[in-house]
């Protein structure tokens, strides 16, 4: 069975860091495009930061570019997500999503993604 689990988020003042992971089973990480994506309440699920299968460039949004890095643990099997300088519109479920259409770019959509986690709470406030 193919799988996603997020971990790592939790509660966190502004201005502080988590990293959030992303562990697969069923399948290895390292073979296919993973996207990271997180939805606030009352908003669409937008695109944060994906890496692709082909080991180019990442891709981030403009709001959390320079404060968000993604990479990949090959070892572990798990794509992380490093969030430093976290404000409160930063507070959002986060996902991580397996994109397997073996295209060598990533996507900051949801549309190409085929197996999703189950999400991970991350909430920025004093």
């Known amino acids: 069975q193919l799988q996603l689990v997020e971990s790592g988020g939790g509660l966190v003042q502004p201005g502080g860091s988590l990293r959030l992971s992303c562990a697969a089973s069923g399948f290895t990480l390292s073979s296919y495009t993973i996207g990271w994506f997180r939805q606030a309440p009352g908003k669409e699920r937008e695109g944060i930061s994906c890496i692709s299968r082909s080991g180019g460039s990442p891709n981030y949004a403009d709001s959390v570019k320079g404060r968000f890095t993604i990479s990949r643990d090959s070892a572990k099997n798990t794509v992380n997500l490093q969030m430093n300088s976290l404000k409160p519109e930063d507070t959002a479920v986060y996902y991580c999503?397996?994109?397997?259409?073996?295209?060598?770019?990533?996507?900051?959509?949801?549309?190409?993604?085929?197996?999703w986690g189950q999400g991970t709470q991350v909430t920025v406030s004093s």
């Open positions: 999503a397996a994109d397997f259409s073996f295209l060598p770019v990533c996507f900051m959509t949801p549309t190409p993604y085929d197996t």
